[in-house]
């Protein structure tokens, strides 16, 4: 599978809606990936297999040099082929540019699939919060601190 990254325009918003759909619990309107995009457009960025948009993960950062992923996904028939490992990796490096020092995320207490995705690419649990999502579920917060060069 031929797998290339590249950054979000507006004209996959539709393909990025239909993987959140898919793939994440929570809903979000077309708004919220748009000021996603404006806020941290170096960061708001595909994994594509050959003209599909197979993943994407986006983030921000806040003014206390901490990066946050707010959304990572990668639709279930291109799993295992190293899009997410990538997205990660492109995400964290973009974090770097703007020296970032952590990297801070939410995952599902229950989607042992991510929380194993994330403690391989150096990320620890570092807090429970309850009733986080909408329907009641709680997540964990899952932290990485970034070597600076």
């Not at 703007?98 to 649990?125: C, M, P, W």
Request: net charge neutral; charged share 20%.
């Amino acid at each position: 599978m031929f797998v290339q990254f590249r950054l979000f325009t507006q004209s996959q918003l539709n393909a990025v809606i239909e993987i959140t759909k898919r793939n994440l619990t929570e809903r979000y309107n077309d708004f919220v990936f748009l000021d996603i995009q404006k806020s941290w457009p170096s960061a708001f960025i595909l994994g594509m297999s050959d003209q599909t948009v197979a993943g994407f993960i986006c983030g921000g950062i806040s003014g206390d040099k901490e990066a946050r992923i707010l959304m990572l996904a990668v639709d279930t028939p291109f799993r295992n082929n190293g899009i997410g490992t990538g997205l990660i990796s492109l995400f964290e490096q973009e974090a770097l540019k703007v020296k970032a020092n952590k990297i801070k995320l939410e995952v599902r207490t229950d989607n042992q699939e991510a929380i194993a995705f994330y403690r391989n690419h150096g990320y620890s649990t570092s807090n429970l919060l309850p009733s986080y999502y909408n329907d009641g579920s709680d997540a964990y917060t899952m932290e990485k601190t970034l070597a600076q060069t």
